[in-house]
């Protein structure tokens, strides 16, 4: 199977990683995918630091006909048989390709509202088929926009259970940023801005110290556009007099040795969260979760077996989660195993791939271009 995926994000970020991921799994597996997206942006750069196979094209607009006109002669060139796109701006850049008899499959990763009537139009009308990352994002469209149910496939994200899974080295990443093997870590791992509820986080750090002077939060990750959202936080932390104990040290790869070194994984998040990538990771870690209430997180999360849930915007609670948590090492401990155990069972990033395959598939058939189509091989 051929598949093209756009993306006109220039930002760097859980939604922009996995498709990465994606794109690396199928050229892995005898399939040949490829990443439409804008030069010079980080996802540009950080999916050629993972080797993933692009083209750049720029993005300028919503609207833009010699943007669509090169997607379309690279669909031809290539035989593809399906375009996957993720936002408002992709989907109508892609639209004249479904209507040019393309398939089109409709990426749908938050739970926002759509907005105008326009985007619930192309929902409807112009795709061949929506995946939502969560259950939550199908009941909202169904409900709320009328979008027929059989037209939404539920599939939420996976990891590399390999790649996280413990033991792995628990004070390499505790040396590199200075903190003692023995002091309380909480970290917090993802894009900063202001959805994702740092600013929060850093409020709940300070009440926590206030009881355990000697826990240290860690938050990982990097602002988007001119990192203003990036900056804000840091600005927050520096008022609140802890810079040495809430620490910043930007973007980093080396995820699995941060989920290792840490103590819990915070997840403030305010809103628009489906089905966070940093949950998986974590729990695929084996590493107790405290998480607000928003998207399908509650699904997963049940509180108190395999983590901790808070209601969003609210430092208290999240205070006293992280202190719970800190306190009762039983909790913690338990939590964190019902954890391991859960992402063993739901999380496999190779059982997620060939779900995605068969509903590929099924498009494709009902589309009348059958796996296999445009002189490629069937599988």
């Not at 149910?149 to 590399?160: H, M």
């Not at 040396?175 to 993802?190: C, H, K, T, Y």
């Not at 305010?270 to 870690?285: C, D, K, M, N, Q």
Request: proline share 5%; charged share 25%; with cysteine.
């Amino acid at each position: 199977m051929n598949i093209l995926y756009v993306e006109s994000s220039r930002a760097w970020g859980g939604q922009e990683y996995r498709t990465c991921l994606e794109i690396n799994w199928l050229n892995a597996h005898g399939h040949r995918a490829w990443l439409a997206c804008s030069p010079g942006s980080q996802l540009h750069s950080k999916a050629s630091e993972l080797g993933t196979q692009s083209i750049a094209i720029p993005f300028r607009r919503r609207f833009d006909p010699l943007c669509t006109w090169r997607l379309w002669r690279f669909c031809r060139k290539n035989r593809i048989d399906l375009v996957k796109a993720y936002s408002s701006k992709d989907h109508w850049i892609c639209l004249p390709l479904y209507f040019c008899g393309i398939p089109l499959s409709r990426a749908r990763c938050i739970t926002d509202p759509l907005g105008t009537r326009g985007r619930a139009f192309i929902f409807k009308h112009g795709c061949s088929n929506i995946v939502a990352d969560a259950s939550a994002i199908k009941r909202h469209l169904v409900q709320d926009h009328g979008i027929d149910a059989a037209k939404i496939e539920v599939i939420g994200s996976a990891v590399d259970l390999e790649k996280f899974k413990p033991p792995r080295d628990r004070l390499k990443f505790r040396r590199e940023i200075g903190v003692a093997p023995d002091a309380p870590l909480i970290g917090n791992i993802g894009m900063i801005r202001p959805d994702k509820g740092q600013l929060v986080l850093v409020e709940a750090a300070r009440l926590v110290l206030e009881k355990r002077a000697d826990a240290r939060f860690v938050i990982v990750g990097q602002g988007t556009g001119i990192l203003q959202r990036g900056i804000n936080v840091r600005n927050a932390i520096d008022r609140a007099g802890l810079a040495e104990k809430i620490l910043m040290p930007g973007y980093r790869w080396d995820t699995p040795d941060i989920y290792a070194a840490c103590d819990m994984i915070v997840i403030a998040s305010l809103r628009t969260e489906a089905s966070p990538i940093v949950l998986r990771e974590a729990f695929a870690s084996a590493r107790p979760v405290i998480a607000t209430r928003v998207g399908d997180i509650p699904e997963i999360l049940e509180d108190g077996r395999n983590g901790l849930l808070i209601e969003p915007g609210d430092p208290r609670a999240l205070a006293a989660a992280i202190l719970r948590f800190i306190c009762d090492s039983d909790l913690a401990k338990r939590c964190a195993e019902n954890a391991f155990r859960y992402a063993a069972e739901h999380f496999s990033f190779d059982r997620m791939m060939e779900r995605k395959l068969q509903a590929d598939a099924a498009l494709l058939r009902s589309a009348g271009r059958p796996f296999g189509a445009a002189g490629n091989t069937t599988r």
